[in-house]
């Protein structure tokens, strides 16, 4: 066993690599399995013994045939009805209860349940649902598909749980209460989350959650944002040093308790697992509770097992119990940030310094991490290598302990808590609102874009070789020449593009343009959806609101990397064309804002307007014969002529012309603004190029004289899918069927990203995208 130990000591990192690439090919392409061989070249030049180089193609062929047995499971449909039993990742929000259950297989399932009324709301609310069995009548539905290609897959998100599709629940008829060792911790985590709101002071609540239990449902999402500004989210998540903050507080108990220190690590063998489990069971408290476990396991019986080789085991145990688990993006990260510092040990061993040591262990993990968070967000915190010194010790050996500390004296009969809490409150206050204002600025955030695959190896493969030159003693000019050149060339890229191109972005109901002009000399936004938001009783409101603007359009201008808007047109005051606005703000630089006169004093506009007043943006009222041009690209407003607002026939219509090529965007313009267009434009509208249809393709607009006068190469109708508007109206789709003109809907289409090169037109649809 000795021999075996030593066999593969410091060589498991290759193992575990070659079981990576084979879970990535089963789920994504099985092309990937040549990724195999590189590897293999690699352990041959680091000059790995023969029998390594055959165990690890076996491992990779043999896991690839277990991996996609794994992946075709996950396609097969859920036989309804059936026994499913909740597991503890679930939520209630508003009227939704949705989470996994798993059958009687033990295969896990996503499902959603509409509550009837607050009474069952209420039932539910009040129990442990983790570990209860139920029958469950409904039917399996499809994922959705993303609004576009930088937006939230659900498809990737049951992939990487391990579930099989999605079960919308008719009826939930209760079966059993499922006895297993779980279940004592999964109701002893719901009573601490009920302990902590009850005995916390509601500003401390959220983050005691966080913090002891790993329940982030409750941290407010305008804090949650400003901690990912400054690259400090990581804080809330439990990991490592949680995990030896509490084997260290248990080990020295148990030794004060006169107990062996061979019973202790027993015991503390036994707790750790059970802990991960009360803690919620993050990728990053599973990868920390593992590598102490096989340490401690490895001392136990005199192995000695360096921690890259009890990492890499640990890597090599999660993606065999839930292969999808590399596509988790907490997984990656967690995993990766924590090689980076293992292998970068000798570098950091070189600095004694405390404060030099921990702007460099921020370095490393950052540098690492940055292009797989590009891949993920679209930006990165620059501020975060200057935070994490001063937040990471403020959370580690401060925060934290304070609250482990005030966990224990709440369940004290004696009113200590209440003291501890009278002092520690105002002054953790005064650090959140010290935390928002210094995360104000949008500039500390790089925002390049999405990388490409091939991108993402060029960035990583500079990355490797920074650190290959700091391990060499090179001299640190060369080294961030080495990561900014192509960290560089990369942010430039969209300058060097000569095409114009259109995203008619996909809100639901709703409209959004982008127009990105060639070298990205200006990027114009027409709108930015919303949704009609109706009052209702209480115990049907969401805790946390669908916002168009934060969860669809700024994801597409950061994904595209938009850190600018030169000009934002808000064609005119509804709620589905503005109500996102303010989210876009609080995200993008904009220059200036465009408007249809009288619009501002319309209630909807208010929220817009409050950001507004925060940032020095220009708010101008526009209409008709506004000219402005930008290279070869020529903008023109053709509509309204009053300055009196009345509703849909006063919006902003703006045509663009770039060389040969002509655009109309006509807002939701109705027959009688279009009637008048066509009079006072006839020769300029003839046989354009692109058209929005006005007012989401409304019987009451693109009438019959609007459409022969345009008469369009292509057009596009901005509306949701099953919208109860049944929009864009059939008479209205029949006339441009009957004109052979070929159109586009969003809801049906996903966004529709229109490209015009050397007036060429190419016209690519986000769902066409994911359904190849």
């Known amino acids: 066993m000795l021999y075996l130990v030593n066999l593969f000591r410091h060589n498991w990192i290759f193992y575990a690599l070659s079981i990576c690439i084979s879970a990535l090919a089963a789920f994504e392409s099985g092309r990937l399995l040549f990724l195999l061989a590189f590897l293999l070249l690699f352990s041959h030049y680091k000059r790995l013994l023969n029998i390594h180089l055959l165990l690890i193609l076996i491992v990779g062929i043999g896991s690839y045939s277990y991996f996609s047995y794994e992946a075709n499971k996950l396609s097969l449909p859920v036989e309804l009805p059936t026994l499913l039993t909740w597991t503890d990742e679930y939520n209630i929000n508003g009227v939704m209860l949705r989470g996994f259950m798993i059958n009687e297989s033990g295969e896990k399932v996503y499902v959603t349940y509409e509550l009837r009324n607050e009474k069952e709301k209420q039932r539910f609310e009040a129990q442990q649902l983790a570990g209860t069995s139920f029958i469950v009548t409904g039917k399996q539905v499809s994922p959705s598909i993303p609004a576009h290609r930088y937006g939230f897959s659900m498809a990737r998100y049951l992939q990487s749980r391990n579930a099989r599709g999605i079960i919308e629940i008719q009826q939930l008829q209760y079966s059993h209460q499922k006895k297993s060792i779980m279940q004592p911790i999964f109701e002893q985590r719901f009573q601490l989350k009920r302990h902590i709101v009850e005995t916390f002071p509601p500003s401390l609540a959220a983050e005691a959650q966080a913090l002891l239990i790993g329940f982030q449902e409750n941290v407010d999402d305008q804090l949650n944002r400003a901690y990912q500004k400054l690259g400090i989210t990581h804080l809330f998540a439990i990991s490592g040093l949680h995990v030896a903050l509490v084997s ?118 950052q540098i690492l991490v940055y292009p797989l968070l590009l891949h993920h967000f679209y930006e990165i915190s620059l501020s975060s290598f200057i935070a994490n010194i001063f937040f990471v010790p403020l959370f580690s050996f401060i925060i934290l302990p304070i609250n482990l500390f005030a966990l224990v004296l709440t369940f004290l009969p004696f009113p200590l808590d209440s003291f501890l809490f009278y002092i520690y409150e105002p002054l953790r206050t005064a650090l959140t609102n010290f935390i928002l204002y210094i995360q104000q600025p949008i500039v500390q955030m790089w925002n390049p874009g999405k990388p490409s695959i091939m991108w993402l190896i060029l960035l990583y493969s500079s990355v490797f070789f920074a650190f290959y030159l700091l391990d060499q003693h090179a001299p640190l000019k060369k080294v961030f020449i080495a990561l900014i050149l192509p960290a560089f060339i990369f942010h430039v890229q969209p300058l060097l593009h000569s095409d114009l191109k259109i995203a008619f972005v996909n809100v639901g109901q709703g409209d959004c343009i982008v127009i990105e002009l060639p070298r990205r000399k200006s990027v114009i936004v027409i709108d930015a959806g919303g949704l009609l938001r109706f009052e209702q009783e209480e115990w049907k409101e969401r805790k946390t609101v669908y916002e168009v603007g934060r969860q669809v359009v700024v994801p597409y201008l950061k994904g595209r990397g938009m850190q600018t808007i030169d000009t934002f047109v808000l064609s005119h005051a509804d709620a589905d064309h503005v109500e996102g606005a303010e989210e876009v703000l609080r995200e993008i630089l904009v220059k200036e804002v465009h408007v249809t006169p009288g619009s501002i004093a319309k209630p909807v506009m208010n929220d817009f307007l409050y950001e507004l007043e925060k940032t020095n943006t220009k708010l101008i009222e526009k209409m008709a014969g506004h000219k402005w041009q930008i290279g070869q690209t020529a903008f023109e407003y053709l509509w309204p002529l009053e300055i009196e607002y009345e509703g849909n026939n006063d919006s902003l219509v703006l045509f663009v012309k770039h060389n040969a090529f002509r655009a109309l965007f006509t807002g939701d313009l109705e027959q009688e603004g279009e009637k008048e267009l066509i009079q006072l434009y006839d020769e300029k509208l003839r046989n354009i190029d692109l058209l929005k249809g006005g007012h989401h393709g409304s019987k009451t607009s693109s009438i019959e004289e609007f459409v022969t006068v345009t008469n369009p190469k292509f057009a596009v109708f901005m509306a949701g899918e099953n919208n109860r508007y049944n929009h864009p109206h059939i008479d209205v789709v029949n006339r441009f069927e009957a004109k052979n003109i070929p159109y586009a809907t969003t809801g049906l289409d996903g966004t529709v990203e229109v490209s015009i090169s050397e007036n060429q037109i190419y016209i690519e649809k986000s769902n066409a995208l994911f359904r190849k």
């Not at 707790?271 to 340490?295: C, D, F, M, N, T």
């Not at 401690?296 to 192995?303: E, K, N, S, T």
């Open 248 to 365: 260290f507080l248990f080990f020295q108990l148990w030794l004060r308790l006169r107990i062996r220190r061979e019973s202790a690590t027993i015991l503390l063998l036994i707790l750790l697992p059970l802990y991960a489990v009360l803690a919620g069971g993050a990728p990053s408290i599973w990868r920390a509770v593992s590598v102490v476990e096989l340490i401690m396991l490895a001392q136990y019986f005199r192995w000695k097992i360096p921690i890259d080789d009890a990492l890499s085991i640990s890597f090599i145990m999660f993606v065999l119990l839930e292969p999808g688990a590399v596509f988790q993006v907490g997984f990656q990260l967690s995993y990766l940030a924590t090689y980076s510092l293992v292998y970068s040990g000798r570098i950091l061993a070189r600095y004694s310094n405390f404060w030099v040591q921990s702007f460099y262990i921020t370095f490393v993990c």
